[in-house]
C-alpha cells in the first residue's frame, strides 16, 4: 500500500463514542439513535488511518439480499464511486457502526444518493441468508444502489481475502470502508471508523459538491 497519512477521529464518531459511553458500562450495548444497535466495545475508536491500494475483484458467484444469484464481478463493473464493506447481521458492535456510516453517506447525498453504488459482503454466510441481509439492510434505510451479498463460505473468504480483509473469523475483524472513486482508479481503504464526510470528500468533485 502506499499514500498512508493518518487522521484523529472524525468529529461525529467521536460524538457517538462519547453517547455510548455515558449510557451504558463498558462492553455492553446500546441502542444508536435510528433504532441501530451499538456496542461500547467500540467506543474508543481506533485512530482512522488512509492509505491508498490495488485490488483485483475475484470471479465468485454471490447473491444478493433480493435472493438474485450475481456474478460478483458484474456487481463492481460500474462507473460509479463504489463504497464497499464488511459486515455480519448479528454483529453488535463494528457493523452496525460501519453501516450507520453508509446510511449517513447516502442521506448526504440526497437525491443524488444513486450517484453512488454501495456494497456490503457478509463474512458469515452461513448464517446470513437473503432474508437476514434484507432486515439487516432495511434498518440501515438502505437505498436501491446499496446491496447486501451473501453466498458459500468459499466465496465470502475469497472476496475477504481479496481486499485485505480476513482476520481468521468472523469475531477478529476490524473496521474497514473500501472505496474505488471510478473505474481504474486505485482504492482509498479505510482501516478504522470513517465518517460520512471522509467518503464524501473522496467522491469526484460532480457528486461530492452536489
Not at 20 to 32: C, D, E, I
Not at 157 to 182: E, I
Amino acid at each position: 500500500m502506499r499514500g498512508v497519512t493518518f487522521h484523529a477521529p472524525t468529529p461525529g464518531v467521536a460524538a457517538l463514542a462519547l453517547v455510548l459511553m455515558t449510557l451504558v458500562p463498558a462492553g455492553g450495548t446500546a441502542l444508536a439513535a435510528d433504532g441501530t444497535v451499538a456496542s461500547t466495545a467500540t467506543a474508543a475508536a481506533p485512530r482512522l488511518q488512509r492509505s491508498l491500494a490495488h485490488y483485483v475483484v475475484p470471479s465468485v458467484n454471490m447473491i444478493r439480499e433480493d435472493g438474485k444469484a450475481v456474478r460478483l464481478q458484474d456487481e463492481f463493473a460500474d462507473q460509479r464511486p463504489i463504497v464497499l464493506n464488511f459486515i455480519y447481521t448479528s454483529c453488535n458492535g463494528i457493523c452496525p457502526m460501519l453501516s450507520q456510516t453508509l446510511s449517513m453517506l447516502q442521506r448526504s447525498l440526497g437525491k443524488d444518493r444513486d450517484a453512488v453504488r454501495i456494497i456490503s459482503v457478509s463474512i458469515d454466510p452461513e448464517q446470513d441468508t437473503p432474508a437476514r441481509l434484507t432486515e439487516y439492510a432495511n434498518q440501515f434505510h438502505a437505498g436501491p444502489e446499496w446491496h447486501h451479498y451473501t453466498g458459500t463460505t468459499q466465496a465470502s473468504l475469497q472476496v475477504q481475502r481479496a481486499f485485505n480483509v480476513y482476520r481468521g473469523d468472523k469475531m477478529s475483524h476490524t473496521p474497514v470502508t473500501l472505496m474505488r472513486p471510478a473505474p481504474g482508479k486505485d482504492w482509498v481503504r479505510f482501516d478504522g471508523y470513517a465518517s460520512a464526510e471522509d467518503l464524501l470528500r473522496e467522491l469526484p468533485q460532480p457528486i461530492a459538491s452536489r
